[in-house]
C-alpha cells in the first residue's frame, strides 16, 4: 500500500511559480513511474506531467511544456513539479500518481494505481 500526499500549492498572481512535492509512504515508489495530474471546476481529471523511475524518460502534456518540469528524489521517495510562469488556466487541483510499471508511463489516468488527495493551485490574472 502507498500513501501520497502532496504539498506546495496555493494562491500565485499570473507569471508566478510554484513548486509541488508528493511524499510518498508505506512503500517505495523509487521504481514505479509517478505523474502529476490535474483537475479544474467541471473539467475532467487531464495529464500533466511524468517521469520514469530513473528519470530518463519524461513526459508533459503539451499546454505545459516549457514551463513545468517534474523531477524526483528516489532517495526521499518524493517526487516534484516545478511550474513557471503560471496563468490562470493553470488552476486546478493538482494529484500525484504511481503506476505500477518503472520504466513505462501513461497518459491516462486508469493506469495509474495510488493517488494523493490533491492540491489546490490558484492562479490569478
Known amino acids: 500500500q502507498v500513501q501520497l500526499v502532496e504539498s506546495g500549492g496555493g494562491l500565485v498572481q499570473a507569471g508566478g511559480s510554484l513548486r509541488l512535492s508528493c511524499a510518498a509512504s508505506?512503500?517505495?515508489?523509487?521504481?514505479?513511474?509517478m505523474a502529476w495530474f490535474r483537475q479544474a471546476p467541471g473539467k475532467e481529471r487531464e495529464f500533466v506531467a511524468a517521469?520514469?523511475?530513473?528519470?530518463?524518460?519524461?513526459d508533459y502534456a503539451d499546454s505545459v511544456k516549457g514551463r513545468f518540469t517534474i523531477s524526483r528524489d528516489n532517495a526521499k521517495n518524493t517526487v516534484y513539479l516545478q511550474m513557471n510562469s503560471l496563468k490562470p488556466e493553470d488552476t486546478a487541483v493538482y494529484y500525484c500518481?504511481?503506476?505500477?510499471?518503472?520504466?513505462?508511463?501513461?497518459?491516462?489516468?486508469?493506469?495509474?494505481?495510488?493517488w494523493g488527495q490533491g492540491t489546490q493551485v490558484t492562479v490569478s490574472s
Open positions: 517521469i520514469t523511475w530513473s528519470s530518463v524518460n519524461t
Open positions: 508505506g512503500r517505495t515508489v523509487s521504481r514505479s513511474t
Open positions: 500518481a504511481a503506476h505500477p510499471s518503472g520504466s513505462y508511463y501513461s497518459r491516462r489516468s486508469a493506469a495509474y494505481d495510488y
